[in-house]
């Protein structure tokens, strides 16, 4: 099992910036890849950013060039830096862990952080 913290989120104006954390513990050790998705009233969950064990890392058309997903294997974080933030951001943003082996996948949750974004 893998435990997931997220932090950071909070109200900002449209244009700054926020820096959401996720801390893991737990068996970590198996994970093949990480994200951060987004979840918006009355939408369906998004994908926002990956970045897999190898490193490689990918984005939403919506927040490419504006969002960076990166990780310390470490400390066992996961962050995502957000910057010239919109009032189209403003969701509860979701850490996730997955494992991946032949046929399965086992996804990992954090309890959410809310990001709100004003104009």
């Known amino acids: 099992q893998v435990q997931l913290v997220e932090s950071g989120g909070g109200l900002v104006q449209a244009g700054g910036s926020l820096r959401l954390s996720c801390a893991a513990s737990g068996s970590t050790f198996s994970i093949n890849g990480m994200g951060w998705y987004r979840q918006a009233p009355g939408k369906q969950r998004e994908l926002v950013a990956t970045?897999?064990?190898?490193?490689?890392?990918d984005y939403a058309d919506s927040v490419q060039g504006r969002f960076t997903i990166s990780r310390d294997n470490v400390k066992n974080m996961l962050y995502l830096q957000m910057n010239s933030l919109k009032p189209e951001d403003t969701a509860v943003y979701y850490c996730?862990?997955?494992?991946?082996?032949?046929?399965?996948?086992?996804?990992?949750w954090g309890q959410g952080t809310q990001v709100t974004v004003s104009s």
């Open positions: 996730n862990f997955h494992r991946t082996v032949p046929s399965r996948r086992y996804d990992f």
């Open positions: 970045i897999t064990s190898g490193g490689a890392t």
